[in-house]
T-cell receptor, first 113, second 113 residues
Framework: NAGVTQTPKFRILKIGQSMTLQCTQD?????MYWYRQDPGMGLKLIYY???????DKGEVPNGYNVSRSTTEDFPLRLELAAPSQTSVYFC????????????FGDGTRLSIL | DQQVKQNSPSLSVQEGRISILNCDYT??????FLWYKKYPAEGPTFLIS?????DKNEDGRFTVFLNKSAKHLSLHIVPSQPGDSAVYFC????????????FGPGTSLSVIP
């Protein structure tokens, strides 16, 4: 039972490079989320999706893009990496009924130098 | 503006004693509260939740108390065990049936053997 799988676990990018953080879940959850966690801070929502083909902005969407072509996959794209995007990124999924917990992946630690 | 606050960045407790982690919130429209636990290099995992219509929820060694008038909730762990050493996040659903969850900054709990 894999749950939510994120790849890669670590990555170092140069300023201006682009990359895609992969996220896949095998629980058939409709709702998926991308968060970032900066040191000493809580998780901040970047983007979320309520189903295939539907995405919406969260609290901190600038500099990121997402797509949701299937129920299982929810990749996060950084087009022009900036030092401010150095963070740990978490993908999560849920049934999204009221009060339903989210299931998280183990994160991607991204450094922009 | 932090809507969910955890004012203690860290807490140390002796094994076998009670751990009390606190969380304050500002939005009276929060409808559901959840606690997540996070070990290093892993994603958060759901621990326990409480609806705003209740004032207590218990699950084994974990109990969450909600004081709506004070906009305060707390997580009690009794007895504390070394394996409970982790970062604990308080989270809240801002509206009924909302798809977004707001996380506090976390409290790092150390249980000393």
């Amino acid at each position: 039972n894999a749950g939510v799988t994120q790849t890669p676990k670590f990555r170092i990018l140069k300023i201006g490079q682009s990359m895609t953080l992969q996220c896949t879940q095998d629980m058939n959850h409709n709702y998926m989320y991308w968060y970032r966690q900066d040191p000493g801070m809580g998780l901040k929502l970047i983007y979320y999706s309520v189903g295939a083909g539907i995405t919406d902005k969260g609290e901190v969407p600038n500099g990121y893009n997402v797509s949701r072509s299937t129920t299982e996959d929810f990749p996060l794209r950084l087009e022009l990496a900036a030092p401010s995007q150095t963070s740990v990124y978490f993908c999560a999924s849920s049934y999204s009924l009221q009060g339903q917990p989210q299931h998280f992946g183990d994160g991607t630690r991204l450094s922009i130098l | 503006d932090q809507q969910v606050k955890q004012n203690s960045p860290s807490l140390s407790v002796q094994e076998g004693r009670i751990s009390i982690l606190n969380c304050d919130y500002t939005n009276s429209m929060f409808d559901y509260f959840l606690w997540y636990k996070k070990y290093p290099a892993e994603g958060p995992t759901f621990l326990i939740s409480i609806s705003s219509i209740k004032d207590k929820n218990e699950d084994g060694r974990f109990t969450v108390f909600l004081n709506k008038s004070a906009k305060h909730l707390s997580l009690h762990i009794v007895p504390s065990q070394p394996g409970d050493s982790a970062v604990y996040f308080c989270a809240a659903n801002p509206l009924p049936r909302s798809d977004k969850v707001i996380f506090g900054p976390g409290t790092s709990l150390s249980v000393i053997p």
